[in-house]
Structure formats: structure tokens, C-alpha cells
């Protein structure tokens, strides 16, 4: 019978762990969750995960601390983190310590799934369809078409586009927590913007 892959969940509210465990279930993962650092390190030397997903603000030992000890214990298992739009910088740290990619608050479920997807099927011929567009991205095809079509430009505001490119491009982070925090700005479009968010991280962090 072929294992099913392993899932660690990390984080120290109670409610985002029974999400992660009631949709990673679903699609029938073998889950374990931690509430803190010392709990996650033993449930990585013991269960042997083949993905762990953290969070970065934990109480304690933090999320990039448990990271630096997964890279000792493992280098090989594939880390994605937990971010706030305050915690851009952070995220990017992460990444540079071996994270395979990073999810921000509030989540999209579908693109969740297709990253972990993605990270326990590096053979899949099929990327999901958030990758492929973060690689289309990158290649420069098309790029004013697709950034446009997905918002539109707000008087006296830079246009979506801008603030995603600014913001997870060229690390400019305060644009977008302005962004997402100007009561003018519909949340639907607060919501595209943390979708055009996954594509740009998902290309970056890929090429």
C-alpha cells in the first residue's frame, strides 16, 4: 500500500490547526499538529513529515527559529509558512533559510491545496494552475494583460498591478498594508490583490 504523505501543521491558535486538519484530511494526508516549538521538534524527529507548514509569529520559539532547527534536523523536508501582511520581510527571510513558499492570513483554500499539491508531487506533469501563471509571470508573457484584468485602477491610488509588483516584487511592503487597510478600497479588490499576491510569490520563489 503506498504511505500517505505526512502533514505538520504548526501554529499556536487552535482554530487555524483545525482548519489545516479538517481540509488536509479530506484529502486523506496523514496530519499531526503542534501548538509550539518544543511539541513540533519532537513530532519532526518522531513522524518524519514530508511537509510542515508553520507559522511565523509563535509564542517562544518563533517561526523562524523552529525553521533553522527543521533545516538541522532535516534539510530535506519542505517548510511552507504562515504570514501577515506584517510580516512580509520575515516571510522573505524564511525563504532564504530554505522555506519552499509562504501563505498569508486570510487563506484561500483552493490555493493552499494546490501549492501542497505542488510541494508532495514535485513530479506531477500537471502544475496547478496558480503556478502556471506565476511562470508565465516571470517570463514576461503577457504581464500588463493579466495584472490589469484582475483590478483596476482607484482615483488617486496606484493601480492593483502596481501595488503587487511594489509590494512583492521590489519588497515595498508598507504599500500594500496601506492598501489593504484604506476603508475606501472595496474588499473585493483586497481580496484580488492577496490572489495576485500568491501568483507573484509563487513565480519568485520558483525562478
Excluded at 499556536?12 to 490547526?17: A, G, H, M, P, R
Excluded at 520575515?90 to 532564504?96: G, K, L, N
Excluded at 504599500?175 to 513565480?203: C, H, T, V
Amino acid at each position: 500500500m503506498k504511505r500517505k504523505p505526512v502533514i505538520l501543521v504548526v501554529d499556536d491558535e487552535e482554530s487555524i490547526l483545525k482548519f489545516f486538519h479538517r481540509i488536509l484530511k479530506k484529502e486523506e494526508y496523514t496530519v499531526f499538529t503542534a501548538d509550539n516549538g518544543k511539541e513540533a521538534l519532537e513530532l519532526l524527529n518522531g513522524k518524519r513529515p514530508d511537509l510542515v507548514i508553520l507559522d511565523l509569529k509563535m509564542p517562544g520559539m518563533n517561526g523562524i527559529e523552529i525553521l533553522r532547527q527543521i533545516k538541522k534536523i532535516d534539510k530535506n523536508v519542505e517548510v511552507i509558512m504562515i504570514t501577515g501582511y506584517g510580516t512580509m520581510k520575515t516571510a522573505r527571510i524564511a525563504m532564504r533559510l530554505g522555506a519552499y513558499d509562504y501563505i498569508t492570513k486570510p487563506f484561500d483554500v483552493n490555493y493552499i491545496m494546490a501549492l501542497i499539491k505542488d510541494v508532495l508531487s514535485p513530479a506531477s506533469d500537471g502544475l496547478s494552475q496558480d503556478i502556471r501563471v506565476g511562470k508565465e509571470i516571470s517570463k514576461g508573457q503577457a504581464i500588463v494583460e493579466k495584472l490589469t484584468r484582475i483590478g483596476h485602477c482607484k482615483q488617486k491610488k496606484a493601480c492593483l498591478w502596481e501595488v503587487a509588483v511594489k509590494a512583492f516584487v521590489l519588497g515595498q511592503d508598507k504599500i500594500s498594508i496601506d492598501w489593504m487597510e484604506d476603508p475606501e478600497i472595496p474588499k473585493q479588490e483586497k481580496i484580488k490583490l492577496m490572489e495576485l499576491a500568491q501568483i507573484i510569490k509563487s513565480s519568485i520563489a520558483r525562478n
